[in-house]
């Protein structure tokens, strides 16, 4: 099942097409993160800390690309993040309730 919590799993992925899993506990530099998505599990090495509670890219993210969580987008990524690295206001900017950058937009 889609966001259930699997025995062992580390972070939680909640759409097939989501590009970041939230962590369920905090994760130190260096540990493997293991998540199950649709009864697959995935797994990568955190680059640096993820927070309980915060993202986690589970695959690169280009600069300007879309962020999706919960199988919807939740923001642009301001700069490249690679899997492993911590997905939060530093690297990605909401666009969720803005009509003008949903709509792709410029701001003035």
């Known amino acids: 099942m889609a966001g259930a919590i699997e025995a062992g799993a580390d972070a939680l992925v ?7 899993a939230t ?6 530099a260096g540990e ?6 649709q009864g697959k599990r995935g797994s990568l ?10 993202k ?5 993210i280009p600069e300007g690309g879309k962020v999706r969580k919960y199988g919807e ?17 530093h690297n990605v900017e909401g666009i969720r309730g ?3 950058k949903a709509k792709g937009e410029s701001v003035s």
Do not use: K, N
């Open 14 to 20: 909640m759409d097939t097409s989501d590009h970041v």
């Open 23 to 28: 962590a369920i506990r905090d994760i130190a």
């Open 32 to 37: 493997t993160i293991e998540y199950v998505v």
């Open 45 to 54: 090495s955190a680059a640096e800390p993820i927070p309980f509670g915060h």
């Open 56 to 60: 986690v890219a589970i695959t690169g």
């Open 73 to 89: 987008v939740i923001g642009q990524a301001v700069q490249s993040i690679a899997a492993g690295h911590h997905v939060h206001v």
């Open 98 to 100: 803005r009509g003008d």
